[in-house]
């Protein structure tokens, strides 16, 4: 199956700094990722579609200034906590659509924000 | 109001028998439906996509059945071993979401026993 990689895995910061995460297709390419996440016994919920070369979208509830997507390349999208606060600490996955017939998503393994 | 439901939050099985997880949704009209495996720490792996107008998926132990007037999936997985052990989700695609866009279920939690 498709490869889909993060990182860092984890990381650990202070209240107020920014955090990058990263999110990589490997032997794909993705012109729609995804940014989820997920809080302790909690479904997946999405938080916004980047699309190559344009804006993403967020969804309803999720501030686009705080959280920062740059989908630069067919491999590649950014997602940066921008002044991170304890609430934001959960899990970030990514995800990327192979795209064709049969649509499917695939998932990074998903960083572990902790923000102190 | 909208909802995808999986059973049960835990599962206890012994090794060897079927496991069987239930997936039930109010108020969608999907497209199809996923599941997916995810262990603690990781992010889901795909497994299975069985598509509205499709009754049943196999691969290899595991099977997805899927009634969309009962607006449910079943997820089998025969001869269960302990390393089946996981949690598993399953996510609906639904006719105008947005391209890709999955409503994912809470998990259903499966601990295989020796």
């Known amino acids: 199956g498709a490869v889909v990689s993060q990182h860092p895995s984890w990381v650990i910061c202070k209240s107020g700094t920014s955090v990058k995460i990263e999110c990589r297709s490997l032997d794909f390419q993705a012109t729609t990722m995804f940014w989820y996440r997920q809080f302790p016994k909690q479904s997946l919920m999405l938080m916004a579609t980047s699309n190559e070369g344009s804006k993403a979208t967020y969804e309803q509830g999720v501030e686009k200034d705080k959280f920062l997507i740059n989908h630069a390349s067919l491999t590649l999208s950014t997602l940066t906590v921008t002044s991170a606060h304890p609430e934001d600490s959960s899990f970030y996955i990514c995800s990327a659509l192979t795209g064709g017939s049969t649509d499917t998503q695939y998932f990074g393994p998903g960083t572990r924000l902790t923000v102190l | 109001s909208q909802k995808i439901e999986q059973n049960s939050e835990a599962l206890n099985i012994q090794e060897g028998k079927t496991a069987t997880l239930t997936c039930n949704y109010t108020?969608?009209?999907?497209?199809?439906l996923q599941w997916y495996r995810q262990d603690p720490g990781r992010g889901p792996v795909f497994l299975l996509l069985?598509?509205?107008?499709?009754k049943e998926k196999r691969k290899e132990r595991l099977k997805v059945t899927f009634d969309t007037t009962l607006k449910q999936s079943l997820f089998h997985i025969t001869a269960s071993q302990p390393a089946d052990s996981a949690t598993y989700l399953c996510?609906?695609?639904?006719?105008?979401?947005?391209?890709?866009?999955?409503?994912f279920g809470k998990g259903t939690k499966l601990s295989v026993k020796p």
């Open positions: 069985i598509r509205e107008n499709e």
């Open positions: 996510a609906l695609r639904v006719y105008g979401g947005s391209q890709g866009n999955l409503i």
């Open positions: 108020n969608y009209s999907p497209a199809y």
